[in-house]
Nanobody, 126 residues
């Protein structure tokens, strides 16, 4: 069972940037795709970004395409989410996610069984 710990959230003005980190322990993530999801107050959890186990393939929600970048450092067992040009509608709790199986593409469906971190709050003020 992998443990995921997110960090890097905070309060930022619209147009600003934040970099989220997700540190994994309990297993190496080098054989697993990884992803980020978010949940705003009163809304369902939604997909944000995913990256393949090699880092060679990425996938983004349309709402963040061109502004967010997902990356990974398998040597550090860590995944990152660089968020630029932040908007108030990006305000949410951001969760790191890992699938149960190796070498599978990260599903964009939030309800799929997977490992989750505890989340980190991102607040963007207007």
């Amino acid at each position: 069972q992998v443990q995921l710990v997110e960090s890097g959230g905070g309060l930022v003005q619209a147009g600003g940037s934040l970099r989220l980190s997700c540190a994994a322990s309990g297993r190496t993530i080098s054989s697993y795709s990884m992803g980020w999801f978010r949940q705003a107050p009163g809304k369902e959890r939604e997909f944000v970004a995913a990256i393949s186990w090699t880092g060679g393939s990425t996938n983004y929600a349309d709402s963040v395409k061109g502004r967010f970048t997902i990356s990974r450092d398998n040597a550090k067992n860590t995944v990152y989410l660089q968020m630029n040009s932040l908007k108030p509608e990006d305000t949410a709790v951001y969760y790191c996610a890992a699938p149960r199986l190796r070498y599978v593409v990260m599903s964009t469906t939030p309800s799929v069984d997977r490992s989750w971190g505890q989340g980190t709050q991102v607040t963007v003020s207007s």
